[in-house]
């Protein structure tokens, strides 16, 4: 498989970005890193779709350079079969009026589903492959390189003014700052002047008959009054039924029972008396 691309960028940066494994896998489409930190930076999952098919390669890629080129050594197996792949491409950087000129030559070696598939499929999935690595590879190396943080420098000031070691501490700029003496806040309101002679006024307590009444006063009732007072609306008890003992009921039905047989006599008697 051959395929030449040209970008409009020095071929100096260009070689710093393909050397670098770290910006490589950035450049890699499809390609996830592993949460192994022990694992290089160009270890493991990488998607390649080919044809209607997306295959899941597990494994490892290698950066060498060679006579001025720079070859790339991978391997892998299928994450979903006993398929497996080996991939040698080499990147040859060929100066150009305003830019660089790549130009890959890769051979591929597979066994499983990107073996079945056809030659014209895998060569449109490496040529779409290259172009995508392509344009990753022009946008990372147009970006400028952060510069390294210069080390801080020691002041004179801080070390001992004799350039002796006699055990006795100079002193410095840095501890005089920190132990000077903090001027006081302006906005403290116990600074003002004759703050510290003023005489402080406390309220007087309430007496406890007047404290009552407030108390009374305010809620409506006292205290004691709320807590033995019976509830109301809706907690307010239900009164129990009265009940009717047999002695009550007794005492009305005696007496009108004598009259009816008081009655009852006077009549028997009437009767006789008009035979």
């Not at 071929?11 to 950035?26: G, K």
């Not at 409506?220 to 907690?235: M, N, T």
Request: proline fraction near 9%; charge should be negative; aromatic fraction near 4%.
């Amino acid at each position: 498989m051959e395929h030449e691309v040209f970008v409009p960028v020095p071929a100096e940066s260009l070689r710093a970005t393909l050397t670098d494994p770290a910006r490589v896998v950035r450049c890699v489409p499809g390609l996830q890193r592993d949460a192994d930190a022990e694992a290089g930076p160009l270890t493991g999952r990488l998607k390649v779709r080919v044809g209607g098919n997306t295959i899941t390669y597990r494994g490892s890629l290698r950066v060498v350079e060679r006579d001025g080129a720079i070859t790339y050594e991978g391997e892998g197996t299928e994450a979903r079969g006993k398929g497996s792949a080996e991939l040698s491409l080499t990147v040859v950087l060929t100066p150009v009026a305003e830019g660089t000129s790549l130009g890959f030559t890769g051979a591929l070696t597979a066994v499983g589903r990107l073996a079945d598939a056809t030659d014209e499929a895998r060569s449109t999935a490496g040529a779409k492959l290259l172009d995508k690595f392509v344009q990753a590879l022009t946008a990372l190396s147009e970006e400028p390189e952060e510069p390294e943080a210069a080390p801080e420098e020691v002041s004179e000031e801080a070390t001992d003014d004799d350039g002796v070691d006699d055990g006795v501490e100079e002193p410095s700029a840095r501890s005089a700052v920190f132990d000077a003496p903090l001027p006081p806040s302006p906005l403290d309101p116990l600074l003002d002047e004759g703050f510290a002679d003023a005489p402080i006024d406390f309220p007087a307590p309430q007496p406890a008959a007047e404290a009552a009444h407030a108390r009374r006063t305010m809620i409506g009732r006292s205290a004691e009054e709320v807590d033995h007072a019976p509830p109301r609306g809706r907690y307010a008890p239900v009164p129990a039924p009265e009940t009717t003992s047999a002695g009550a009921t007794l005492r009305w039905i005696a007496p009108a029972a004598a009259l009816a047989l008081a009655s009852a006599v006077v009549v028997s008697r009437a009767l006789r008396r008009r035979r």
